[in-house]
């Protein structure tokens, strides 16, 4: 009789409300997480069940933009039509409390038609207020209890003509009350930062385009910094001022900057396609600053995926053999395993507990257990019927999932 209750969406729904708890931890507020790492302390099964339960899905658009939690809301920023939509739903429900939206057509570059036209870039939540970033550089800032739109500023029209050769994709961060957004285009950009209450830019760096690449916040020898890839480089500005503390030339073939940094200690771990995984030690004298390598893995090279750290390990997904997962050590850049190849174009990896949680493009949840000798999947569960590209966001022992066109809430236990 329970099993016949399952199959039934309506009535698997009330079960949920019934049985299970309130969120405890629903704080999912930017790119990667909460402290934008991929890594997650929410809960996960010890048994992982057969299959997982679906709890709602709803047609939100089309996007790769990940979905945002917090006060038991959900925040997705996607695609209709010719209009890029931000819409707030009830995380229980997923009933919508309200909606925004905006005209944005694009022309997409024929290289990345089969992506579409995004939005590509997650939004990022912030003192009651939501700010998202289109494809084609519109900025806006929205009450994340209303959908009031309190601020916009639209740089596709500043920057006509001279967008990412793939539409922006990078995800905004916000440090010490200031919005972070590299806006712009192909050899004509500015990595700026805006007072998030009010949008008046703060500082600009202006030497060059953007990537695809997400910003994080570091601090080497005591002074906090935004480490990220822009279209030709690695850089360090300082948070406070914008100014260039370090930078390194970094290229791509068909300048596809993507990976988002990790820092492990004193060191910060670039990547990306074709160049191999390698970890840099910045270091401030009175002279200014040097950023020596310290390692060098020329055989796991990271494409549009990023790696998470946890315990002087390093797990991430190259997009070599057709796509595989390896791990590293951290400190020397060693490998200590790689699966088998043909895994999938992508994966989008959350760290929680024991377990690593890797969606791949073709809407598979793959659960593989921390292990330092041998790859070591334990289940693997079908969460969407179309293509993955958003990457999921984990809550409290729930799994939010974007496909093409719908998002969908599934319990893991």
């Known amino acids: 009789m329970l099993k016949q209750l399952f199959k039934q969406e309506c009535l698997c729904v009330l079960l949920f409300f019934i049985s299970t708890p309130l969120f405890a931890d629903d704080t999912w507020p930017q790119w990667r997480g909460p402290d934008r790492t991929g890594i997650s302390t929410t809960s996960v099964p010890d048994q992982w069940p057969d299959q997982l339960t679906k709890v709602w899905q709803i047609n939100v658009g089309e996007g790769h933009s990940g ?3 917090a006060n038991k809301k959900v925040f997705v920023f996607t695609r209709q039509n010719d209009r890029e939509v931000a819409t707030c739903f009830d995380l229980k429900t997923g009933k919508p409390i309200w909606q925004q939206s905006n005209d944005a057509p694009y022309k997409m570059n024929s290289a990345a038609r089969g992506h579409g036209k995004g939005p590509k870039s997650t939004p990022v939540l912030f003192g009651e207020k939501l700010y998202t970033l289109g494809i084609s550089g519109i900025l806006s800032c929205f009450e994340a209890n209303s959908g009031e739109l309190k601020w916009r500023k639209d740089f596709s029209k500043q920057f006509t003509g001279a967008l990412p050769l793939y539409g922006t994709a990078m995800s905004p961060l916000i440090a010490n009350g200031l919005l972070i957004a590299h806006i712009g285009g192909h050899d004509n950009g500015s990595l700026k930062a805006f007072d998030a209450k009010t949008g008046e830019i703060k500082w600009s760096w202006s030497d060059d385009g953007p990537a695809y690449t997400s910003p994080i916040i570091a601090t080497f020898d005591g002074i906090e910094q935004i480490v990220t890839q822009t279209q030709n480089k690695c850089i360090s500005l300082a948070l406070k001022t914008g100014e260039l503390l370090w930078q390194l030339p970094y290229t791509t073939a068909w300048e596809q900057n993507i990976v988002t940094p990790v820092v492990f200690g004193d060191t910060v771990i670039f990547s990306g396609l074709k160049k191999g995984t ?3 030690r910045p270091k401030h004298s009175d002279t200014g600053w040097t950023i020596e390598r310290i390692w060098h893995n020329e055989d796991e090279s990271m494409y549009m995926s990023s790696p ?8 991430g997904f190259a997009h070599t053999q057709k796509g595989h997962f390896f791990c590293l050590n951290a400190q020397n850049g060693k490998r200590l395993w790689q699966s088998e190849g043909r ?11 024991n377990v690593l949680l890797c969606q791949n493009s073709e809407g598979e949840l793959i659960v593989i257990r921390k292990n330092l000798e041998r790859f070591d999947p334990i289940a693997q569960y079908q969460v969407a019927n179309s293509p993955t590209w958003a990457p999921p966001t984990l809550i409290d022992g729930h799994l939010l999932v974007k496909d093409a066109s719908h998002l969908t809430l599934w319990r893991l236990q």
């Open 343 to 353: 895994q999938s174009d992508q994966a989008a990896i959350i760290s929680a507990g």
């Open 308 to 315: 998470v750290l946890t315990d002087a390990l390093l797990f």
């Open 67 to 69: 979905s945002l939690v």
């Open 278 to 280: 390698e970890a840099y």
